[in-house]
């Protein structure tokens, strides 16, 4: 009796694990693959099915034990680095490009046949992204790899990869590139030839101000010369007429009085001449102190 327990145990046991390696589970976010033997039987939940095989949605579903087993893989957009890359643009420049792609498997049948791990897939996707890569960056310059054409060229980048990696059963969603340096030898020489570029801008720029300045500076002073000529010319004919003007109201003077305008003229001159501290040796009989003795302007006898 006791020995039938244990056999019976032993099988319930059995039983147990037999049943449970007989259910498994496919999450939402994951497609698999049943095998039999080795020979694709149906898939569960392919993001594209196949159309030669079932195809079920996700969730528990049942097995044979130990002649089937299943193989998933993930069914969400998944995304892959490129090492850095020395690539030879269209202008023979060098450059160090590390870039990145977004994919999903879209048919694990195909993926299942033509890679049938992970591991392996992205080996082919990373020699056919890198033969893509160099392709596409070779038939452009180095400006456009940089800024200028960056996107269109990953476009391009996208479709053949596309049409390459397509036998493989992986739909390729984005690609681009992070990064695009020269190598560090080129780099210094490069920035010796931007800064000796530069500076032969500088210089032309400041020849060029150098030659506007001296173009207005000739200007203004021409401009000032003539505007200081003809100012003294008008000054020297104002001044003409002020002293015609003038002559000609001393002339009225003296006609209606000579001898007050001579009288006036002589204070004048006694202003002009004789300031305070002045010593003046002159004979007082001289025709300038005329006016010293009387109003007449007669001298002292």
């Not at 244990?6 to 039983?15: E, M, N, P, R, Y």
Request: net charge positive; no cysteine; charged share 25%.
């Amino acid at each position: 009796m006791q020995r039938m327990l244990i056999i019976g145990g032993v099988i319930a046991a059995v039983l147990i694990i037999v049943l449970a390696n007989a259910f498994y589970i496919v999450p939402i976010d994951r497609q698999a693959i049943v095998l039999r033997f080795g020979e694709a039987q149906l898939t569960v939940n392919a993001a594209q099915p196949s159309g030669v095989l079932k195809n079920y949605g996700p969730g528990l579903h049942f097995k044979w034990p130990v002649v089937e087993n299943v193989l998933t893989y993930d069914r969400r957009n998944m995304g892959f680095d490129l090492e850095k890359q020395e690539v030879i643009a269209s202008d023979q420049q060098r450059l160090e490009v590390d870039a990145i792609a977004r994919y999903r498997i879209r048919d694990p049948l195909q993926f299942f046949r033509s890679a049938t791990t992970m591991a392996n897939g992205e080996t082919q996707l990373r020699q056919r992204f890198t033969a893509a890569l160099r392709g596409e960056l070779g038939k452009v310059s180095q400006p456009d790899i940089i800024s200028g054409q960056r996107a269109s060229v990953m476009q391009r980048v996208k479709s053949l990869l596309q049409t390459s990696i397509a036998p493989l059963g992986i739909e390729i969603i984005d690609v681009r590139i992070r990064q695009a340096d020269l190598p560090e030898a080129n780099s210094q020489r490069v920035y010796e030839r931007m800064k000796s570029q530069l500076q032969q801008k500088v210089n032309q720029y400041q020849a060029e101000g150098q030659g506007l300045y001296l173009t207005i500076v000739g200007e203004a002073d021409k401009q000032v010369t003539v505007i200081l000529a003809d100012a003294n010319q008008k000054s020297q004919t104002l001044r003409g007429e002020g002293d015609a003007l003038r002559n000609q109201i001393y002339a009225a003077a003296y006609n209606k009085d000579a001898e007050f305008f001579a009288f006036y003229r002589s204070l004048i001159a006694y202003e002009t001449a004789i300031k305070e501290g002045t010593p003046l040796v002159i004979s007082p009989d001289s025709e300038f102190f005329r006016y010293f003795g009387d109003k007449d302007g007669n001298a002292r006898r």
